[in-house]
């Protein structure tokens, strides 16, 4: 956790002087996300669900290197609660994602970039903790709809993750991840709101199981602009 801490900070340090070097527009912002976590292990035999509550940390930097291109960093990380089913185990999330976003079109951008980070469900004892990695597509909305108040929206897909969980490797894994929301500007600050999705699906090549962690819910923040 410090080293993916100090990861976070060292790229918002990066954005933020990247922008001013530029002289172009930046922003950072972080947020609380209130998630609903669920871990599925899916077999011929049966199927297990466990679900648990946590709050988790969200932070996210951008800035323009020309009108159309631009860089785009972010990162969530944290642990849940203990699971509903599960006493003194709970799931942990850490991901960071760094990508290149081009505007296709004013207001929508089209982004291509790489993710690393892991899923790790332990009980502070015992880890069983996969690593994870891979590239991503994707694309990213932000449309103003009034006086300082926008509308934004972005999804991310890995069709191809380097997952590996000790010894074991998962090579039909994917991820996928969207946000939606609203923000309010005032100056150079501003506060948002919206709804995130981050989901994994841990699979075998030609397997019949899959192990799925997924993570939901509203989150609410704020940034700065430079």
């Known amino acids: 956790m410090k080293k993916l801490m100090t990861v976070v900070v060292m790229l918002c340090m990066v954005l933020g002087m990247g922008s001013m070097a530029f002289a172009q527009t930046g922003n ?18 049966d199927s297990k669900k466990h679900e648990a509550s946590g709050m988790l940390t969200g932070v996210k930097g951008e800035f323009d290197i020309t009108n159309k291109i631009g860089v785009v960093g972010s990162a969530v990380f944290g642990k849940t609660d203990d699971f509903e089913t599960i006493p003194k185990n709970r799931g942990e999330l850490t991901n960071l994602n760094l990508a290149v976003q081009y505007q296709v079109i004013p207001m929508v951008k089209a982004q291509a970039g790489f993710f690393t980070g892991g899923y790790n469900m332990t009980d502070d004892v015992t880890d069983r903790e996969f690593k994870t990695s891979g590239l991503t597509i994707g ?17 991310n897909y890995a069709p191809i993750v380097n997952a590996k969980e000790g010894d074991d490797e998962y090579k039909a894994s994917t991820m996928m991840a969207f946000e939606a929301g ?6 150079q600050f501003a506060v948002k709101a919206g709804y995130r999705y981050q989901g994994f699906d841990f699979k075998e090549k030609d397997a019949n199981t899959s192990t799925a962690a997924t993570f939901s819910g ?4 704020g940034g700065v602009r430079f």
């Open 182 to 187: 609203g923000k309010y500007d005032f100056g």
């Open 139 to 155: 694309a990213a909305v932000d449309f103003e709809v009034g006086d300082g108040i926008s509308l934004f929206g972005e999804a």
């Open 28 to 45: 950072v912002s972080a947020d609380l996300w209130f998630t609903s976590h669920t871990w599925q292990e899916d077999t011929d035999a």
């Open 218 to 221: 509203f989150f609410v923040g």
